[in-house]
């Protein structure tokens, strides 16, 4: 198993990346803060601690993600989330 670390923002976002059944995945924390993500393949963000305020680019309102939901984003665009606290997330590459 080969296990990728990624940062991000000044290191307010990091992750460990890997592969299970032939699809990436990876599981992270995001700092306080606002970030946009752009994305290449469509992805599943599930928040696994703590809440999310998400946008997906071309929206026009924020959604909330406690711990236990998931939102999905297409490929080929982008999405902003805000955390008021650290939160802990996972990501699948679809």
């Not at 992270?28 to 946009?36: D, L, P, Q, R």
């Not at 290449?40 to 236990?68: C, F, H, Q």
């Amino acid at each position: 198993m080969t296990i990728d670390h990624n940062s991000y923002f000044d290191s307010n976002v990091q992750s460990l990346a890997s592969t299970r059944n032939g699809r990436k995945f990876s599981v992270g924390i995001i700092s306080a803060g606002t970030y946009h993500f752009g994305t290449a393949s469509a992805e599943r963000m599930t928040v696994i601690s703590g809440m999310l305020m998400a946008k997906l680019d071309g929206a026009d309102e924020w959604v909330n993600y406690p711990a236990g939901t998931n939102f999905e984003v297409p490929s080929n665009s982008g999405f902003d989330v805000r955390a008021s606290e650290d939160t802990a997330y996972q990501c699948e590459y679809l």
